[in-house]
Structure formats: C-alpha cells, structure tokens
C-alpha cells in the first residue's frame, strides 16, 4: 500500500513537472507572439499612413491633370470646384450669422 502512493506521488510529480515546463514554453511562446503582434502592429500603422498619403497624392495628381485641361478629369474639377464653392458659401454664412 505504502509503495503504491509512492508511486501515485512520484507520478504526480511527474506530471507536475510536465505541466511547469509545458508552462514556461507556454509563456516563453506568447511573449514571442506578443513581441511580434507589436511589430506587425507597427508595420501595419506605417503602412496605412503611406497607403494614405498615397491616395492623396493620387488625387492631387487628377486635380492638376484637370487643372491642366485633361478632358478625362474635367468633372473631377467641377465637382472640386463645387465643394470648394460650398465652402465658401457656408464660411460666409457662418460669418452672417455671428454678425461680423
């Protein structure tokens, strides 16, 4: 009786073992993927910042074409010229309503 809960405590702490040093490569990963995750995270934001600048470079592009009289781009200039028009008008009348 005496030699098996012997045995059923060394297997236990066997397992125990096991379990700790199954713990610490669990933790040793997730600091790893955690590391990671942050550069990734990082890279992702740098991207998403050139991808904006970007598309704003493209649309100034297609503003100058129109500008320079490309018929491909003439109603991107109106509507351009529409919303800086509405602008304006809601400037001037904000500026009504102060009483300036």
């Known amino acids: 009786m005496l ?3 012997e045995n059923n ?8 073992l096991s379990l700790q040093k199954s713990y610490q490569n669990l933790s040793e990963k997730y600091l790893e993927l955690d590391k990671e995750h942050a550069e990734l ?8 910042k ?12 297609k503003l100058y074409s129109a500008i320079s009289g490309n018929p491909e781009h003439n ?3 109106k ?3 529409n919303r800086l ?7 001037i009348a904000q500026l009504q309503n102060s009483g300036l």
């Open 3 to 5: 030699q098996e809960l």
């Open 9 to 16: 405590f060394s297997e236990i702490e066997k397992k125990i």
């Open 41 to 48: 995270k990082m890279r992702y934001d740098e991207e998403r």
């Open 50 to 61: 050139k991808n904006q600048v970007l598309a704003e470079e493209q649309k100034n592009i």
């Open 75 to 77: 109603r991107l200039m």
């Open 79 to 81: 509507n351009h010229i």
């Open 85 to 91: 028009v509405k602008e304006v008008d809601f400037c």
